[in-house]
């Protein structure tokens, strides 16, 4: 399997694998009202952007990661990026962030429940994990809607100095 040109297909999503063509996007969308809920910080300048995307890719060559760019179907409007780090470990975990513009429409969810009926068809794990910061409750929504459970609950500083109250979700394999 190719993971450089993989796409995923839901009724109104596209998922396909992170390229420079969605560099702009990126760096427009990826900022600190977005952020303040994760580890990472917003890129300065176009150029932190284009080192994500090729730090992306080698990760995704090597097969540590996968990470995805979210379109919407009918438009290839992007809408956000989305990922499975640690793909060969016991436990995967599944990450999200979408553009201001795209909250409130189901994206996130839809987008993970792809994700993870594609981790459960092609990887050999364990558990699949997702993280949320206790007061993200719409990113928390997305692991309860699955059947999630909080495993750990820890503070985390993240890259902009704020302190970060993540809980760690288990989600459960499909038939379990």
Known sequence: MDLLQLEISTSR???????????????????????????TSPPISITETEKFINESLSEIKKGE?????????????????????????????????????????????????ALKTWAEENLDFHNLVYCADKANIPSRKIPEKLGGKVIREYNKTNLSGRVLNILEYVLPKAGD
């Open 13 to 39: 999503l596209l998922l396909q694998t992170i390229s420079m063509k969605y560099k702009e996007d990126i760096f427009m969308e990826f900022n600190y009202k977005i952020t303040t809920y994760m580890y």
């Open 65 to 113: 990661n996968i990470v995805l760019v979210i379109l919407k179907k009918d438009s290839l409007k992007f809408l956000g990026c989305t990922g499975i780090h640690d793909i060969n470990s016991n436990e995967p975990e599944l990450g999200i962030w979408l553009k201001k513009s795209a909250h409130g429409n189901g994206y996130g969810l839809e987008t993970i429940i």
